[in-house]
C-alpha cells in the first residue's frame, strides 16, 4: 500500500503565496503520475496539477501561470507552489498517486487533505 500525507496548508491573503508538501511512503516503487486534487465548498473534487515520474507536468485552467507541481523522487515527496492566491483557490487539497503514467487519469491512492483559506 501507498500512503499520502499532505502539509504547508493554511490562512493567507489574496495575493499570498503557500507550498504544499506531499510526503510518499510505503509501497512506492510502482508510483509514476501524482497529482494534487481540490474540492472547495459545495463544488467538486477536480484535478489542480499532475506530474510524471519523469517530470512531465500539466495543470487546470484556473491555476496555469500562478501554481508549479514538482517532486523530488529521492525524497518520495510531491510540492504545489502556490503564488498570486485567489479567494476562488480556497478548498481542501489532496495529493494523489498512480502507478499509470497518463496524468489526467484515474488515481489509486489518497491523502487526507490540508486546508487552504485565501482571504479577501
Known amino acids: 500500500q501507498v500512503q499520502l500525507v499532505e502539509s504547508g496548508g493554511g490562512l493567507v491573503q489574496a495575493g499570498g503565496s503557500l507550498r504544499l508538501s506531499c510526503a510518499a511512503s510505503?509501497?512506492?516503487?510502482?508510483?509514476?503520475?501524482m497529482a494534487w486534487f481540490r474540492q472547495g465548498p459545495g463544488k467538486e473534487r477536480v484535478l489542480v496539477a499532475a506530474?510524471?515520474?519523469?517530470?512531465?507536468?500539466d495543470y487546470a485552467d484556473s491555476v496555469k501561470g500562478r501554481f508549479t507541481i514538482s517532486r523530488d523522487n529521492a525524497k518520495n515527496t510531491l510540492y504545489l507552489q502556490m503564488n498570486s492566491l485567489k479567494p476562488e483557490d480556497t478548498a481542501m487539497y489532496y495529493c494523489?498517486?498512480?502507478?499509470?503514467?497518463?496524468?489526467?487519469?484515474?488515481?489509486?491512492?489518497w491523502g487526507q487533505g490540508t486546508q487552504v483559506t485565501v482571504s479577501s
Open positions: 510505503g509501497s512506492i516503487f510502482n508510483i509514476n503520475a
Open positions: 494523489a498517486a498512480t502507478p499509470n503514467h497518463r496524468l489526467w487519469g484515474r488515481y489509486d491512492y
Open positions: 506530474i510524471s515520474r519523469g517530470g512531465s507536468t
